[in-house]
């Protein structure tokens, strides 16, 4: 049975909460998901009044580790798999050859 929300302490409840209004950073030119825009993770303690900030920041930052590193397998699959297809399409075409008489 998979986990839910409700499993966790309520420390690790509070640390998705607010890694959840985080905003997501991406790697210019290539799109690659660099993990969360940290900026705005002191207002956001205070604003919902949060005691135990560096407990809570903790658990942030263990939280976005899994993250970016299932954002990095993925992405890995994804060109492994690009590049599998690119070299089983490259091998595959017939060669015409063309008899130009001038």
């Known amino acids: 049975m998979p986990l839910t929300l409700g499993d966790f302490p309520h ?8 890694y959840g209004y985080l905003s997501d950073r991406y790697e210019g030119m290539s799109g690659t998901y660099m993990g969360k825009d940290w900026g ?20 942030c ?7 970016v590193k299932i954002s990095s397998e ?7 798999a690009d590049d599998r297809k690119a070299t ?4 595959s075409g017939k060669t015409y050859t063309h008899n130009v008489q001038g």
């Open 11 to 18: 420390e690790v409840q509070v640390a998705f909460f607010v």
């Open 88 to 91: 089983s399409s490259a091998g």
């Open 61 to 67: 930052k263990v939280i976005e580790m899994e993250a």
């Open 74 to 80: 993925k992405s890995e699959a994804r060109r492994k």
């Open 40 to 59: 705005i993770v002191e207002f956001l303690f205070d604003v919902h009044k949060i005691k135990d900030k560096v407990l809570t920041l903790y658990f």
